[in-house]
Every structure is written in C-alpha cells, then in structure tokens.
C-alpha cells in the first residue's frame, strides 16, 4: 500500500498534517505482513515510484525506487493539485495498470448537498442551502434570522461568515477572526457589498443557521468518522462531540475547538437515555449519508467525516461531510487508532477484489 500527499524534503521527510498518521499506517500494516511507503504525485513513474518507507534499523523514513504498488490512499491536500492535468494523467495511469485508488478526490460543500438532496428521507436533516448571490442573500434574510455563507472548497472552518439578524441590524462575525469588531448593517444597509469584498472571488454557498444545543455556551457539534471496510459496507469508526473555543463560533478543531465524549454531552442536555438514543440515530445518520455519497460521487470514496449537529429540541441536522477529514481529533496514544484500522482493512479488500 503506498499513500500518495505532498512531502517537504527540506531536511527529514516531513508528510505534513498526516505524518504521524503515516508512521501508524507503517506500524499497522507491518503487523499484517505487507509493505507501505509514502510518495508524491512528481515521483510516480509506470516502472515504480520514488518514495519513503519507514526504515526500522535507522528509524527514519528512507528514500528509495519503490515498485508499484497494489492500492494508493488519496490524501494529497491542495484541491488546485487535483484539478490538474499532472493528476488526470496520474489517475488514467493507474487505470491502465490496474492500481486500485480510493479517496478519489476532495467533494466539495455544494456537490454533496446536491448528492444529499436527491434523498427524500435526507431532506428534512438538511438546513436550506443555495449558491450565495446578491439575490439568495435578500431571499435568505427575509426567512431566517442567522445565515451562514461558506466557501464551497473551504475546509476546516476557515472564511466562514456568520450573518445574526435582530431589531433591524445584521451582525456580521467571521471564522477565522472571531474577535474582530464589524459594525452591524442596516437591514437595506451594504451588507452584500461588504460581504463581497470577504468573499472575494471564491463560489459559496449560502446557509439556513440552526439554533444547535450548546456545551456550557460554546457551539457544539458531532463529527462521526465513516469507513468502508473490506466488503465495501460502511461503518461508523469513531464520533466525537466537538465543542468550539470561547468567542468562536465554529467548532472544528484547526479553529481551536475541544473534543468531548459524545455521551457525556448528550447525557448532560438530554439525560442518559435520551443520549444513548440520540447517539443511536446520529449513527444511523451518518451511514445512510456515507452510502449515498459514495453512491453518487465519482471515483472511489471509503472515508467520510460527518458533521451532524442537534438543535435545542432534539432533531439532528446534517452539517456537512468531508471526503478528506482530519486525522487529529482521534487521541493517538501507543496504539493504532480504530481509523487507522478501517483503513488498512479496506485496503486488504481491494485487494482481494
């Protein structure tokens, strides 16, 4: 198995945000006997691959001409990358080498509501959403009191805008810059002019708020990890409650947030029962969203992070998904992580495909 990212070869190999991820990839699939190296998309050629493995005599990870492998793990970060022609010619590459490739590329916000709303049962889980304009702005404030304008390719909380409307004045607050003082508009006032300058040229979406049950005043959300195993069924691997820091209101970890037991911040809201049923229906939730993503979505999808939120009276509400989630919310400790295990397990059964 080999895992295909951008690598900083300026001094030791560093494989960035899933560095340690990749030394726990090595560790795990070692066990079972196989073989995994690192590489970047620059260093692939059709006789074999120039990339790392993890060398156990010197404990480093050790450049070499590395052969083919059998299957390559998507986590390359710059969405720009895989729009590229290099990554195209890649990807048709592999397809005449018979390589099996999963986590085929990122999707973005817009594609997966679009995936999520030719679901008639997902509907209702699903806050209203359009693609931002002048127009859907004006047509969003007259029903909602709290909006929330996303980058369609954002990730991580960042460049998010959050629009609270009350006694005339729309209060606008941003992700990234909690803090900074914006003064409230006028209901007729220049608010989409001001908000085309913050999005600058970027396609967003537009966003129904959802007043969602909070953890000691800080926004609180639910991140259920999915992954396809090695019959190709999805299962839930990991949730976690994610509470945001104080003055943000996101809750994504890069932005400062803290990760709680699920059943302890339901139990708190709602009594122990309540949280056992609500964590039952998050589950349930979130595997019919994996199935009909990767239903829908081109190329092979088989690891999902879903946000699901639940508001102040109980219902839940899909938040978004990401094909590439994070890697640092699960706590790491000495052993391999249950993530870490669904993906080699998946990796084993393309293989045996």
Same mark, same amino acid.
């Given at each position: ?147 929330? $304008? @996303?980058?369609?390719?954002? %990730?991580?909380?960042?460049? !998010? =805008?959050?629009?609270? &409307?009350? #006694? *005339?004045? $729309? @209060?606008?607050?941003?992700? %990234?810059?909690?803090?900074? !003082? =914006?003064?409230?508009? &006028?209901? #007729? *006032? ?16 537009? &966003? ?146």
């Amino acid at each position: 198995m080999a895992l295909l990212t951008e690598i900083n070869e300026d001094g030791r190999p560093n494989f960035g945000k899933v560095h340690s991820f990749c030394e726990e990839l090595h560790q795990g699939i070692s066990d079972l006997g196989g073989s995994f190296y690192v590489f970047s998309l620059k260093s692939f050629s059709e006789k074999g691959v120039e990339g790392f493995f993890y060398n156990q005599d010197t404990e480093e990870w050790t450049k070499d001409f590395l052969p083919l492998p059998d299957v390559i793990y998507n986590r390359i970060s710059s969405r720009r990358t895989e729009f590229s022609k290099r990554f195209i010619d890649f990807l048709n590459k592999l397809d005449r080498l018979g390589i099996k490739f999963f986590n085929h590329r990122f999707l973005s916000k817009w594609e997966i509501h679009e995936f999520l709303m030719m679901e008639e049962h997902l509907r209702s889980f699903l806050p209203e959403t359009h693609l931002y304009s002048d127009s859907a702005l004006e047509k969003m404030l007259e029903q909602y009191d709290e909006l929330y $304008i @996303k980058p369609v390719h954002g %990730s991580q909380g960042r460049n !998010i =805008i959050q629009l609270t &409307q009350s #006694d *005339g004045l $729309i @209060k606008v607050s941003l992700s %990234s810059l909690p803090a900074k !003082i =914006i003064p409230p508009f &006028q209901q #007729d *006032g220049g608010l989409a002019r001001a908000i085309a300058q913050l999005v600058e040229k970027r396609l967003c979406i537009i &966003q129904q708020g959802v007043q969602l049950a909070e953890f000691n005043g800080r926004t609180m959300d639910f991140r259920i990890l999915c992954h396809k195993n090695a019959q190709q069924f999805w299962k839930v691997t990991s949730i976690v409650a994610r509470v945001s820091a104080e003055t943000f209101f996101v809750s994504n970890i890069a932005r400062g947030g803290e990760v709680m037991k699920p059943v302890y911040t339901l139990a708190l809201l709602f009594g122990k029962e309540q949280a056992r049923h609500q964590l039952a229906l998050m589950k349930e939730l979130a595997l019919e969203t994996a199935e009909t993503i990767s239903r829908n979505a081109a190329g092979h999808h088989a690891e999902l992070g879903i946000d699901i939120g639940i508001d102040t009276k109980g219902k839940l509400w899909l938040i978004e998904a990401n094909s590439k989630p994070s890697k640092n919310f699960e706590e790491r400790g000495s052993k391999i992580r249950p993530s870490t295990k669904a993906v080699i397990d998946h990796c084993y059964g393309l293989c045996e495909r």
